[in-house]
């Protein structure tokens, strides 16, 4: 299985970027899928997730920012942010579930908000 995730880049705070992950090679279902962030000193947190159903939830600081969604016929996952901040600035990660089976992390996209 290959995660490629892309969309990353530089912009200004209040800015928008959407990020996408591509799966690829997948034998089985999908199952949960989500972005994690790391920030420089910091530990790897969780974004926001989206179950094969469709329900969300979100880290409370980018709620109402950020939205999280999927398109199981491409297995690709995305998040849309908006009213960006200095402090989303971070390597952002998707992460796949396989259902009863295991996990895989794509190999980050990096978010850079300038003030």
């Known amino acids: 299985v290959q995660l490629q995730a892309s969309g990353g880049g530089l912009v200004q705070a209040g800015g928008s970027l959407r990020l996408s992950c591509a799966a690829s090679?997948?034998?089985?279902?999908?199952?949960?899928m989500a972005w994690y962030r790391q920030a420089p000193g910091k530990q790897r947190e969780l974004v926001a997730r989206?179950?094969?159903?469709?329900?969300?939830n979100y880290a409370d600081s980018v709620k109402g920012r950020f939205t999280i969604s999927r398109d199981n016929a491409k297995n690709t996952v995305y998040l849309q942010m908006n009213t960006l901040k200095s402090d989303d600035t971070a390597v952002y990660y998707c992460?796949?579930?396989?259902?009863?089976?295991?996990?895989?992390w794509g190999q980050g996209t990096q978010v850079t908000v300038s003030a």
């Open positions: 989206i179950t094969s159903g469709g329900s969300t």
């Open positions: 090679g997948i034998i089985g279902s999908t199952d949960d």
């Open positions: 992460l796949l579930h396989i259902l009863w089976g295991p996990s895989y």
